[in-house]
């Protein structure tokens, strides 16, 4: 099976802009989750989807907002972006409530 | 607030010997532990988890032992690997939730 895959890998924008990163799951996962890793915050929760819908979300302001389409595609939007939310966005897909979470490569985000 | 902790940000082990890391969290309804490897330019690899009905899991080299009293979690590496090399976090979920929550890692160097 392919693993999940993210687009784009790096990703340079400027304040204020905004941002949408995609993330394709393993095929047959059906929940998505979403991470911040930044130095020395390790990984921070932003959402899960699972079936279109957003179940859980983490404590992160209104301005980080995501979907899941119905192939389990799913696509996450930072709007007026701020020079601390240069992180490593990382994209996990699991089948269902499974346990182990499988990880994308992540994708770069530089604001500056 | 930072529920899983890995109060070591690094650890450098000879080549052959016992690699030991260390996890502490603070939520007694944690029920499912996971340790995930992470190597620099690629998303987080599952190691090995633990659920909370037991005290201990192996696989190969790797064993996770779980102390619920103290809230503490290790992972062993025996023998190290120069290939073991890399950034490993520590993960924990709870069995109604949909998240889980990580540590901030910790980065282990094996020398040849």
């Known amino acids: 099976k392919a693993g999940v895959t993210q687009t784009p890998r790096y990703l340079i924008k400027t304040r204020g802009q905004q941002v949408t990163l995609s993330c394709s799951p393993i095929?047959?996962?059906?929940?998505v989750s979403w991470y911040q890793q930044t130095p020395g915050q390790g990984l921070q929760f932003l959402f899960e989807?699972?079936?279109?819908?957003?179940?859980n979300k983490g404590n992160f302001p209104g301005r980080f907002s995501g979907r899941q389409f119905s192939n389990s595609r799913s696509e996450m939007n930072v709007s007026t972006l701020e020079l601390g939310d240069s992180a490593l966005y990382l994209c996990?897909?699991?089948?269902?409530?499974?346990?182990?979470?499988?990880f994308g490569p992540g994708t770069r985000l530089t604001v500056t | 607030d930072q529920q899983v902790k890995q109060n070591s940000p690094s650890l450098s082990v000879q080549e052959g010997r016992i690699s030991i890391l260390n996890c502490d969290y603070t939520?007694?309804?944690?029920?499912?532990f996971l340790w995930y490897k992470k190597y620099p330019a690629e998303g987080p690899t599952f190691l090995i988890s633990?659920?909370?009905?037991?005290d201990k899991n192996e696989d190969g080299r790797f064993t996770v032992f779980l102390n619920k009293s103290a809230k503490h979690l290790s992972l062993h590496i025996v023998p190290s690997q120069p290939g073991d090399s890399a950034v490993y976090f520590c993960?924990?979920?709870?069995?109604?939730?949909?998240?889980?929550?990580f540590g901030t890692g910790t980065s282990l160097t094996v020398i040849p």
């Open positions: 993960a924990a979920s709870t069995n109604t939730g949909n998240q889980f929550y």
């Open positions: 095929s047959g996962h059906r929940s």
């Open positions: 989807y699972f079936s279109e819908t957003q179940r």
């Open positions: 996990a897909s699991s089948f269902n409530r499974d346990r182990e979470q499988y």
């Open positions: 939520n007694s309804m944690f029920d499912y």
């Open positions: 633990i659920s909370s009905i037991k």
